[in-house]
């Protein structure tokens, strides 16, 4: 058990729909990150927080957003939803992204379907 | 950018036999190197990590050698279980600032199979 949960464990949902992805981070980690993972991406950065504030961006679309709360669990939100975004999303969590010597560890991921 | 490649898989052995994973990557800076391992159903875990040139990560039977010279992060097991059954993916770690803050960059990820 990593200590970073994500909720729910799967999402069926229909086209043009909207969903919201949670993950708690470990108790003590201030920094949060998203991940794509599907079959002709493979492993894809989307987005991270720190302590409530926006760090980076990746290749996330702009019909994706994400925030991270003061109690420091984060949720990613899924708009107008096409086939293409059916995906493991993976959240992972850190105590800090400075410094390259901050292991990450992940949460088991949302499986998200689209039909 | 950042990037990482993986030997194209998948790898399918026989239990006890020799496992190399092969992972090169392009980084600006001095990545931390790692492997993470997928399990069945499973999320990532993290296998091993090396932060500095030739530091050397084991874990679990598993080995890998941080090479800056050949910028690579090859992955090696002695002899493999059935056990050892997942998918394998390379990634590397640049530090704070600009786009690569703190974010992992991963390979595509090595089917591997151990036959008894």
């Known amino acids: 058990d990593s200590g970073v949960t994500q909720t729910p464990k799967h999402l069926i949902t229909a086209t043009g729909q909207r969903v919201t992805l949670r993950c708690s981070p470990r108790?003590?980690?201030?920094?949060v990150y998203w991940y794509q993972q599907s079959l002709d991406q493979g492993l894809q950065f989307l987005i991270q927080?720190?302590?409530?504030?926006?760090?980076a961006k990746g290749n996330i679309l702009e019909r994706f957003s994400a925030q991270q709360f003061p109690d420091l669990h984060s949720e990613l939100n899924l708009s107008s939803l096409e086939l293409g975004d059916s995906a493991l999303y993976f959240c992972?969590?850190?105590?800090?992204?400075?410094?390259?010597?901050?292991?990450?560890?992940f949460g088991q991921g949302t499986r998200l379907t689209v039909v | 950018g950042d990037s990482v490649t993986q030997m194209e898989g998948p790898v399918t052995l026989s239990e006890e036999a020799f496992l190399t994973i092969n992972c090169t990557y392009t980084?600006?800076?001095?990545?931390?190197l790692f492997w993470y391992v997928q399990y069945p159903g499973e999320g990532l875990q993290l296998l091993l990590k090396?932060?500095?040139?030739?530091d050397k990560g084991s874990n679990k039977g598993f080995e890998a050698t941080y090479r800056k010279e050949t910028t690579s992060f090859h992955l090696e097991k002695g002899s493999v279980q059935v056990s050892d059954s997942a998918v394998y993916f390379c990634?590397?770690?640049?530090?704070?600032?600009?786009?690569?803050?703190?974010?992992?960059?991963f390979g595509q990820g090595t089917i591997l199979t151990v036959h008894p």
């Open positions: 992972a969590s850190s105590v800090a992204p400075t410094g390259s010597r901050t292991e990450a560890f």
């Open positions: 108790s003590g980690d201030l920094s």
């Open positions: 927080y720190y302590n409530g504030e926006e760090r």
């Open positions: 980084a600006t800076g001095y990545p931390s």
């Open positions: 090396a932060t500095k040139a030739d």
């Open positions: 990634a590397l770690r640049t530090g704070a600032g600009g786009t690569s803050y703190g974010k992992l960059t």
